[in-house]
């Protein structure tokens, strides 16, 4: 069954269909924030804990203006559409990101500021892969292991609830030889 699917590390996982519902219009601020709860089983009991905010290291291919997993507040969400335009290729004049075009979303109009018509917008066969394989198999894929619950809600200037978004990614280590991140300690033989 696709909705029960376990995220084996390392491993990926594919997003087939993506459907996004705008109720109303967008107005900024849209001031966004993640949660995050691991459950793992210890001594036969479930535990479940809340992860802090880990900062991320940054790299030339980062969204600018996400520099941080785990629950945290990000702020101005629109903030981070205008922090990272998008250009035509061809053209070099300002675009919209390639899922949001798939959204029906016209290209000149992908900004915070309203035009985001209120209707449901999907894209059937997305078909996005998400790779974890370059993880090593060891320690720290273990401590990865347990049932994730992601809340992401986005609200306005009063507090309130605009959006939310609810996952549960069940996460499990793939089997190895390896005993500390990945790498299995060898032994040398040894000649008399």
Do not use: M
Not at 35 to 44: A, D, H, I, N, P
Not at 45 to 73: E, H, K, M, W, Y
């Amino acid at each position: 069954d696709p909705a029960h699917q376990v995220l084996t590390l390392p491993g990926d996982f594919l997003i087939t269909n993506l459907q996004i519902e705008v109720a109303k219009p967008i107005v900024r601020p849209l001031n966004g924030k993640l949660e995050v709860w691991r459950t793992f089983w210890s001594f036969g009991r479930p535990n479940t804990i809340q992860l802090g905010c880990i900062g991320l290291p940054s790299s030339s291919d980062d969204v600018q203006g996400i520099d941080a997993f785990g629950t945290c507040d990000y702020g101005d969400l629109c903030e981070i559409l205008d922090l990272n335009p998008q250009f035509d290729e061809i053209t070099g004049q300002p675009s919209c990101f390639p899922e949001a075009i798939a959204l029906g979303i016209p290209e000149d109009q992908c900004t915070c500021e309203g035009v985001i018509a209120p209707k449901v917008y999907t894209i059937d066969n997305w078909n996005k892969l998400v790779d974890f394989n370059s993880l090593d198999s060891g320690f720290l894929t273990t401590l990865a292991a347990g049932d994730y619950e992601l809340r992401a809600t986005a609200t306005n200037r009063a507090g309130e609830e605009e959006a939310c978004i609810g996952i549960t990614v069940p996460i499990e280590k793939a089997a190895s030889g390896g005993w500390l991140f990945g790498r299995g300690r060898t032994r040398k033989a040894i000649k008399n």
